[in-house]
């Protein structure tokens, strides 16, 4: 390709789950930053509320959307968890 950068090689492709790479420097910290607020949100509504919480998240379409993490912590547990994640932005 340096030769001729119009060059496109033969395809189809396909990709699977090994062509994906996962930045794990900091797992330490983004698993103390989740045990603090389960821990908050624990400590605030109590753990039946934290567990009711935690299986609304898991029913998300997409569970990693923040907006609805925070939304579903207030709604089902009553706790604000904004708070506790801008401390650990």
Do not use: C
Not at 76 to 84: L, T, Y
């Amino acid at each position: 390709m340096e030769t001729d950068p119009s060059y496109s090689p033969p395809g189809p492709f396909s990709f699977t789950s090994e062509d994906l790479v996962s930045d794990e420097s900091n797992t330490a910290a983004r698993y103390a930053a989740s045990l603090a607020i389960l821990d908050e949100v624990e400590a605030q509504a109590g753990q039946e509320a934290m567990r009711a919480w935690i299986a609304e998240v898991a029913r998300l379409p997409n569970p990693k959307e923040t907006e609805d993490i925070v939304r579903l912590a207030k709604e089902v547990a009553g706790v604000d968890i904004s708070p506790i994640l801008a401390a650990h932005n």
